[in-house]
């Protein structure tokens, strides 16, 4: 019996049996489209954390005041005071290794515009704040550093803010006001999205770090320094140039723990995207188990086709069939089982896949490596589950199969 002709018999046998042909390629749908569409919300999800981390720039170096290992916890804006704008006045002319360096403090107040009102994010940064987090400018000029030197009362405003207060009217030019001081609107900053930590970035005000410290919080320290280095091969060695300088200027002894903490955002994203990725691994291989239960339930199945089939297979074997030939029969028919309900698995767990995520607001790619070692393994399922009951079937005595009843 050649190849063509044992399809065409294995098919018949599949189809004669129909709901039973269905209930046993189930498990395999099942495990298959699970593997499919939990492989490609992983894999969405690391993409989201990605992008969201990425969008707080590239080669970017975060100085934050206060460190890890006090205590084991870091304390968070305005927890802790060691940074003074004259420490980002250091980095910016001795470190070597740093293009462009941000002083900043944060705040969250309420803004005013006329009748409107809208409780958001003010930030006080540098001149060269939008180069650092290349957030471009949708509109108008950013302030410069004559504007930062005289804590001058300008600002520029994220997409949101410009929509809760001006809805379609052009900001540019127009006056808000922060804690009842008018700040003149000079630039709408381009959409930027959500951050690696959950923020808005878009739901922000922008001024001169130095406005906001001495006409808003009345303080004279920094929340943090924003720094990008030259390129991504310098991050490390302006990280280290970056330390030696504070522990310098703040009289840290050889041996004592750092009263700053420095965060290398490329680092970050590395470590979380490892995180993600063994998690995507760890849910592949828990969906992987419901295939090996459909593999055992395909070998289940074929067991008992083999005793039901015993005379029909004596019988073949009189008229001339070799035990090649019954061998691959009933290896034929666990293959075309687990093949189909691998097929019709990844078109079930791509649909799944893709409706999660617009739900869950996750960019989706059905990548082909996930689906080609999906349909490998529904594959080699039915040439592993069904090889046993090929055997069986192949090895049964002519004789005594035409005698059974």
Same mark, same amino acid.
């Given at each position: ?21 269905? &209930? ?55 927890? #802790?005071?060691? &940074? ?11 470190? $070597? ?56 009362? #300008? ?10 207060? @001006?809805?379609?009217?052009? $900001? ?51 929340? @943090? ?19 030696? =300088? ?36 760890? &849910? ?6 419901? =295939? ?75 990548? #082909? &490596?996930? #689906?080609?070692?999906?349909?490998? @393994? ?17 090895? =049964? ?9």
């Amino acid at each position: 019996m050649n190849f063509p002709e044992a399809i065409k018999v294995s098919t018949r046998a599949l189809y004669k049996n129909k709901m039973r042909s269905v &209930l046993t390629g189930l498990g395999v749908i099942i495990g298959i489209a699970a593997v499919v569409a939990l492989v490609s919300i992983g894999q969405g999800v690391s993409k989201k954390i990605e992008n969201q981390i990425s969008s707080l720039g590239s080669n970017l170096l975060m100085v934050l005041p206060g460190s890890t290992s006090m205590g084991g916890i870091h304390g968070g804006f305005g927890s #802790v005071i060691t &940074l003074m704008p004259s420490d980002a006045n250091a980095i910016a002319s001795q470190v $070597p290794d740093a293009l462009y360096v941000s002083a900043g403090v944060r705040w969250i107040g309420q803004t005013v515009y006329q009748n409107q009102n809208w409780a958001t994010t003010i930030m006080g940064v540098g001149s060269s704040f939008p180069m650092i987090r290349d957030w471009p400018i949708a509109e108008g000029n950013f302030f410069d550093k004559e504007d930062v030197d005289a804590a001058a009362n #300008v600002c520029a405003i994220g997409q949101v803010v410009q929509e809760q207060l @001006f809805g379609g009217i052009d $900001p540019i030019g127009k006056i808000i006001k922060i804690k009842n001081l008018p700040f003149r609107v000079v630039a709408v900053m381009a959409p930027k999205g959500t951050a690696g930590f959950g923020q808005d970035q878009d739901d922000t005000i922008l001024a001169p770090y130095t406005t906001i410290q001495k006409k808003i919080l009345g303080i004279d320290y920094l929340n @943090f320094i924003f720094v990008k280095a030259i390129s991504s091969s310098s991050v490390d060695a302006a990280q280290n140039e970056i330390e030696a =300088l504070l522990r310098q200027r703040h009289n840290i002894k050889t041996g004592s723990d750092d009263d700053f903490t420095i965060r290398n955002v490329a680092d970050m994203l590395s470590a979380i995207m490892n995180i993600t990725s063994l998690l995507t691994i760890f &849910l592949g291989s828990i969906a992987s188990i419901s =295939l090996i239960v459909g593999g055992i339930g395909i070998m289940n199945i074929m067991l008992v086709s083999v005793t039901e089939r015993t005379r029909e297979i004596g019988i073949r074997m009189a008229v001339g069939a070799k035990r090649k030939d019954i061998l691959l029969q009933f290896l034929l028919e666990a293959v075309t089982l687990s093949t189909i309900g691998g097929i019709i698995g990844i078109i079930l767990g791509s649909v799944l896949s893709l409706t999660a995520a617009s739900f869950i607001k996750i960019p989706i790619s059905i990548n #082909v &490596l996930p #689906v080609a070692i999906a349909f490998f @393994f529904s594959f080699a399922v039915g040439v592993f589950f069904g090889l046993y009951p090929a055997t069986k079937a192949s090895k =049964l005595n002519p004789i005594e199969a035409l005698r059974y009843e």
